[in-house]
């Protein structure tokens, strides 16, 4: 039989292996050299830089696991007929999940459950469940009328091989000629939409039939958090049809109930509520996990997952095929580093080669029975066969299925600590990928050269950071979890996987690192003090080749999926700024959380911006406009790099031999600086509202004089 898949080794390996060799011994000779400097004083600013170097050092150590068996496959879907034989493909159930109907547009949502309504796939065998966890009468609105436009969209997207079949997406570059009947339709339907979400309620009289102005009459009354479940059957394949006579799929719409009483966590916990729901309804032996703003960019992806899922080799302990996540819209530089590449494509790609790939909570296609325990006492494939013929509508199944989304069942069979999406994280995605494999369940990267799915990146400064801030929360909670990667995961797995595991949970410890090489230094150079060596010495050497061999490394596992110089320049800054931000905040976040004086929250990222903020990116320009700690944190960073600076530009100019000396604190001070551009145009220069507020100005620069003032302390 001609394989389904196969996979090779990434050419890359063999030479991230040299550059392991020859980095490991520069830092030898870095902490040698620190030791050495120790036996003659122990300053705390030698202290402090030790530290410093200790976080990187443990952090590139870290790295090495995503770096040593980085793996690349490839699949066979023309293949499949070979062991789907005369049976057909499975039954898939689909989940999205949304939260907020302000935050997250639902005629949005919609079009993207559309996109996968639209798979090329048997309509019998596909569901797409919605879990709304904003409980709002405005997305249930949006589905129902989105399930009218199914009728005419789904026969438009086969008949004219349409590929991107989120109408959304399709329509922002397609139209006239037949499509223009078919994108009035659509603008039809989003202006219904969002006249309501404008209005912030649904008026009974946008409603047609008796039946659903019964159901939202019932829905006036719910309270976001304290309401009952709702499960609402919106097209059923075996009775609705679309225009051309074919059956359209499942779409089916639920809120869990909410209880003040009860925690619900977050996403975990809706995701938990739709496999129990989908249980009782579909129960397909596969499902797909997706946020609501990842729409399906290409109609065949279900094949290509079907190449490992349906692989017999692998089958007995195969949870889930991961597909990266790529964005749309990102403006020309990726100013915010959007693309995350290292988190979606990069490491990925290592994790596969070391006891399988993480899972990032949205393009995941998962084995159902993968979530009930370990491979050993998981229910056997044949309690995850698919409930066809089941008449979704009928009272009885209904009663069911409300029952499964209720608080009360999430007791029964320890949801969320042995089976289910684990909860205790508010990265819920990591957390529970890593379990799995921890349990013995093999998971792969699958990067096709069409994307798969496409979502949206934040598009403001803030919003960007505040994310990043919730995963660093997030790892963390795993980090220190008693499934901690330090302890539990090397048991489980291999080294060199809780090498890559501990690179996740601790993403946010870098930060530590920079906040000291961003101030420390600087603060040294203001009061004439070298802190490093000369570069007139041997010594300067070693620092030098630290800094350039890993921005060369860097640069070039940034460059291989394309892209342009400045946009791995954007991203090697938001790592800067995400150290004297998110990470920072999120570390110190963690820590209150754990000491109890706050508890952690699941804020979530904004999909729609206002004008002027979208004007502003698509110019490539930060957009700041807001009071927020973030920024008085970056900008009285950059102040003090500034001051520094200018001061030891002014000195070097003047004093004989001070350039020499102070060669490595200008330096850096510079790269500092240079990085900062955006933030002291935005803080002296710019007028618009992107600018960062005058009040986080003052803030910032009376906070950079006190600096130089009480760090005389130390020096
Ligand atoms: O209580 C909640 C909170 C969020 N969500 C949904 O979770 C998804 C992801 O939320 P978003 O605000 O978009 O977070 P991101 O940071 O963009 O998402 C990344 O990080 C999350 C973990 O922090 C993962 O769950 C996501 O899959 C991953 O894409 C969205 O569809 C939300 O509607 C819920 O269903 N319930
Ligand atoms: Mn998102």
Redesign the pocket.
């Known amino acids: 039989m001609a394989p389904l898949h196969t996979c090779q080794t990434h050419p890359r390996a063999a030479f991230n292996r040299l550059h392991f060799l020859l980095y490991s011994s520069a830092i030898a000779a870095l902490f040698y050299r620190h030791i050495a400097g120790f036996s003659a004083s122990a300053a705390p600013s030698s202290l402090l830089l030790l530290l410093a170097d200790a976080i990187f050092a443990i952090f590139w150590i870290f790295c090495q696991g995503l770096r040593w068996l980085p793996l690349r496959r490839r699949e066979f879907p023309s293949r499949l007929p070979q062991v789907t034989g005369g049976q057909g493909l499975p039954a898939l159930d689909v989940f999205i ?4 109907p302000f935050k ?1 547009p639902p005629a949005s949502v919609a079009s993207t459950a559309l996109s996968v309504m639209a798979y090329d796939y048997p309509a019998d065998r596909l569901s797409v469940y919605v ?1 709304d ?1 904003g409980g709002s009468e405005l997305t249930l609105f949006a589905f129902m009328e989105a399930a009218k436009f199914a009728r005419h969209w789904l026969p438009f997207c086969r008949e004219k091989g349409v590929m991107v079949r989120s109408p959304e997406a399709y329509f922002e570059s397609n139209g006239g000629g037949e499509a223009e009947k078919m994108k009035a339709m659509f603008e039809d339907f989003r202006e219904k939409v969002e006249s309501a979400v404008n209005k912030g309620h649904v008026d009974l009289s946008m409603i047609d039939s008796p039946e659903e102005k019964a159901m939202f009459a019932k829905w006036k009354g719910f309270a976001r958090r304290d309401h009952p479940s709702v499960v609402k059957v919106l097209c059923e394949s075996n009775k609705d049809k679309d225009i051309a006579g074919h059956p359209l799929p499942n779409l089916i719409y639920m809120s869990r109930e909410k209880r003040p009483s009860s925690p ?1 966590h ?2 975990a916990g ?1 995701l938990n509520s739709l496999i129990r729901v989908s249980e009782v309804m579909t129960n397909a032996p596969v499902f797909l996990i997706l ?3 990842m729409y399906s960019n290409d109609p065949n992806t279900v094949q290509r997952a079907l190449c490992y899922l349906l692989d017999p080799d692998l089958a007995p302990n195969f949870a889930y095929v991961q597909f990266p ?1 790529k964005y749309r819209g990102i403006n020309t530089d990726d100013i915010y580093g959007g693309e995350n590449r290292r988190l979606f494509l990069t490491s990925p790609r290592g994790f596969d080669g070391q006891h399988g790939c993480n899972f ?3 393009g995941g296609f998962f084995s159902r029975r993968s979530l009930y325990g370990p491979p050993a006492t998981a229910p056997p494939p044949s309690d995850c066969e698919s409930k066809a013929g089941v008449l979704l509508r009928s009272e009885h199944v209904l009663q069911k299925a409300h029952d499964a989304a209720s608080c009360k069942f999430e007791h029964v069979k320890e949801w969320g600590s042995k089976i289910g999406f684990r909860y205790g994280s ?4 990591y957390y529970t990928g890593y379990i799995l494999r921890c349990e013995g369940w093999q998971a792969v990267f699958c990067n096709p050269d069409r994307p798969a799915f496409l979502g949206d990146a934040p598009k403001t400064l803030h919003e960007s950071l505040s ?1 990043a801030k ?2 660093v929360v ?1 790892f963390y909670e795993v980090g220190f979890s008693r499934y901690s990667p330090l302890f539990y995961g090397i048991k489980k797995t291999t080294l060199l996987a809780a090498l890559c595991n501990l690179h996740h949970s601790f993403w946010g410890l870098p930060g530590i690192g920079l906040i000291v090489y961003g101030l420390l230094p600087q603060l040294f150079l203001f009061y004439d003090k070298p802190l490093f060596p000369k570069a007139s010495d041997p010594w300067f050497f070693l620092y030098a080749y630290l800094f350039v061999a890993a921005y060369a490394h860097d640069f070039i596992e940034y460059i291989e999926f394309g892209g342009s110089f400045w946009k791995w320049w954007n991203d090697q800054r938001m790592f800067l700024i995400r150290g004297a931000t998110a990470y920072a905040f999120g570390t110190l976040e963690f820590v209150l959380n754990r000491i109890g004086v706050s508890a952690p929250g ?1 804020n ?2 904004s999909k729609s911006q206002e004008e002027e903020e979208n004007k502003l990116y698509d110019n490539g320009m930060f957009a700041f406009g807001k009071s927020t700690p973030f920024f008085i944190s970056l900008g009285t960073i950059a102040t003090v790099n500034l001051i520094s600076l200018i001061y030891g530009l002014t000195k070097a100019a003047r004093t004989a031999g001070a350039a020499d000396e102070m060669f490595l604190q200008l330096l850096l001070c510079g790269f500092v600086a240079a990085n900062s551009w955006p933030v002291y145009k935005a803080m002296f220069v710019r007028k618009d509202g992107g600018r960062i507020p005058r009040n986080v100005t003052n803030t910032s620069i009376l906070l950079a004089c006190t600096f130089f003032y009480a760090g005389k302390v130390i020096i």
Request: include cysteine; proline fraction near 0%; aromatic fraction near 14%.
């Open positions: 999940c949304t939260a907020d997250e879990s966890d619900h977050f996403k809706a946020d609501c703003d996540q990032f909570g949205t508010l990265v819920e995605d994310q919730r995963w997030g699941f979530v990222t």
